[in-house]
Structures are given as structure tokens and as C-alpha cells.
Antibody, heavy 119, light 111 residues
Framework: EVQLVESGGGLVQPGGSLRLSCVVS????????MSWVRQAPGTGLEWVSA????????QYADSVKGRFTISRDSSQSTLYLQMNSLRAEDTAVYYC????????????WGQGTLVTVSS | QSVLTQPPSVSGAPGQRVTISCTGS?????????VHWYQQLPGTAPKLLMY???HRPSGVSDRFSGSKSGTSASLAITGLQAEDEADYYC???????????FGPGTKVTVL
């Protein structure tokens, strides 16, 4: 059974940092690209970042470019999102999701972890 | 502001058919990139509902169907049921943004 379990969310002050983790199981981690998608309270989904199966390439939304870094550890089957210089507008539930193929759809999602940026 | 547009809400009586549009541009849907759809029930993570414009994942009811033409795509729900009340999001890739994009979402209400 495919499972994605996020952790690391919490309350952080503006300008602070946080690292999210997503532990996966049930599939060969290195065979799939992965992404982070966020959802601010009461709003829609926003794609944040993606990383290739090998970890050799990454993409970012303009809203987080230069502040967030996506990475993965194949030995731990874990996806990460390092978030620096956090702003109030980064407050959201952050989901990790598995990208199935080059078509770019997300077939499995985690349950999400809430990040709140507030003083 | 998303580069994909969807109606904020659609509604229908049980048993009726509703459609949700997803309109993009020449840098995403019109460029030939596939459109995918997700259903999000209240308080839960999104669930893949349709991929590659017209394909249903295993376990998704055949009451859901998808189509794509030009710079737009649509999701149709036939035989509307109370359990279909949810938010629906379209998703594609945008070459100008060099990233994936979601529509703003459409809330489906069963009257």
C-alpha cells in the first residue's frame, strides 16, 4: 500500500525557518518525481515545488523561489522541504504528492501538515 | 491569480448532470499539456479523479468523465449524488511559468 506521511509543520515567526518531511512507503521511491503542494486556509491548491526521481533537478513556484529548497533522501525514502524567510502568506497545509509520470499528475497524496507563520 | 480559470461553484439536483470548465491559454492547455482533475472532500487531501484529460483511475465511478478541446477542458458528473459534494480542481503544466498549475477550484453543491 502506497503511503505518504508528512511531518514538521507548526507555528513559526515571520522570517523564521522550518523543514517539512514526507516519509513514503509502498513503492520504489527513486522511480518517481515528487512534489509539494500547499493550500492556504479557505483557498485552493498551489503547486510549490517538484523534484525528479534522482533528485538531480528541481522546480519551484515563483512565490517560493530562493526561499524554499526541495530535496530527497533515497536511503530514508523521505522528501524534504526546507522553508526559509517565511512569510504570513506561506501559512497553509502542505501536502507531499507523488507524480506519476511525465504527464504530470499526482496519483497519491499525504494527509498534509499545517504551517502557520505568525508572530 | 491562477492561469487556469474555473467557475467558483456549480450546483444540481440529485440525478442531474453538471459540468465544470477549466480554461487556460496557449502556454498550458492550448500548448497540448494534459489536464488532470482532483476531488477534495471537506477536511481531506485531494484525490486524483481524472488524468490525461479523459482517463479515470481505478475505482473512480464512470459517472465522471473528462474532455479537452483547444485551450479548455471539462469535467462532467452525471447522475449527481450527495457524495459528490466537494471541491474540484483542474491541473496542468504551464511552459511560461515552467511549473505545474492548479485551477482555483469549483465547489459542487447537490441541491
Amino acid at each position: 500500500e502506497v503511503q505518504l506521511v508528512e511531518s514538521g509543520g507548526g507555528l513559526v515567526q515571520p522570517g523564521g525557518s522550518l523543514r517539512l518531511s514526507c516519509v513514503v512507503s509502498g513503492f520504489t521511491f527513486t522511480s518517481y518525481a515528487m512534489s509539494w503542494v500547499r493550500q492556504a486556509p479557505g483557498t485552493g491548491l498551489e503547486w510549490v515545488s517538484a523534484i525528479s526521481g534522482s533528485g538531480g533537478s528541481a522546480q519551484y513556484a515563483d512565490s517560493v523561489k530562493g526561499r524554499f529548497t526541495i530535496s530527497r533522501d533515497s536511503s530514508q525514502s523521505t522528501l524534504y522541504l526546507q522553508m526559509n524567510s517565511l512569510r504570513a502568506e506561506d501559512t497553509a497545509v502542505y501536502y507531499c504528492a507523488r507524480k506519476y509520470d511525465s504527464s504530470g499528475y499526482y496519483d497519491y497524496w499525504g494527509q498534509g501538515t499545517l504551517v502557520t507563520v505568525s508572530s | 491569480q491562477s492561469v487556469l480559470t474555473q467557475p467558483p461553484s456549480v450546483s444540481g439536483a440529485p440525478g442531474q448532470r453538471v459540468t465544470i470548465s477549466c480554461t487556460g491559454s496557449s502556454s498550458n492547455i492550448g500548448a497540448g499539456y494534459d489536464v488532470h482533475w482532483y476531488q477534495q472532500l471537506p477536511g481531506t487531501a485531494p484525490k486524483l479523479l481524472m488524468y490525461g484529460n479523459t482517463h479515470r483511475p481505478s475505482g473512480v465511478s464512470d459517472r465522471f468523465s473528462g474532455s479537452k478541446s483547444g485551450t479548455s477542458a471539462s469535467l462532467a458528473i452525471t447522475g449527481l449524488q450527495a457524495e459528490d459534494e466537494a471541491d474540484y480542481y483542474c491541473q496542468s503544466y504551464d511552459s511560461s511559468l515552467s511549473g505545474y498549475v492548479f485551477g482555483p477550484g469549483t465547489k459542487v453543491t447537490v441541491l
